[in-house]
């Protein structure tokens, strides 16, 4: 019923859904334990984001709920360290919030600019856009500090030696 609250927020679902699968391959520098969240998580996500999206008309609260039942029970169920469960909190709410909507493709998710929901309104414009993005991603889409790829690939020499 709400397409200009709801596209925004699906793909920042979306997005965060492949940041926290990536943030593995960091190693520690990722997660201080890597989880195995699922598809199923981001299903259960999408799900509720329609239902309450659709329900209320308060987009400030809809956002705090769906905050807190992304990072805390959806994805956060899995999450078993203090400091990850601090760190899923805020990565969720690097794309789930009220500048998403509202400033549409404007807003930025990382410094560069480079990641952003994406202004469209098919799949294909989806898709489109998704295209133009670096096959390798910079750390910088997962929230780290473009020496973190050093470290990851130094981990991995180690592990092949």
Known sequence: NKPDVYRPLLFGFCFFHAVVQDRRKFGPIGWNIAYGFTPEDLMVCRQQLMNFVN?????????KVLNFLGAKINYGGRVTDDKDKLLISTILETYICIEAVSQKDEYKYSTS????????ETIQDISNYIRTLPILPMPEAFG????CNITSAQDEAAKLL
């Not at 780290?144 to 020496?147: A, C, S």
């Open 144 to 147: 780290l500090h473009e020496n």
């Open 113 to 120: 600019g480079l990641y952003h929901p994406p202004e469209g």
């Open 55 to 63: 329900q209320y008309d308060d987009t400030a609260k809809v956002l």
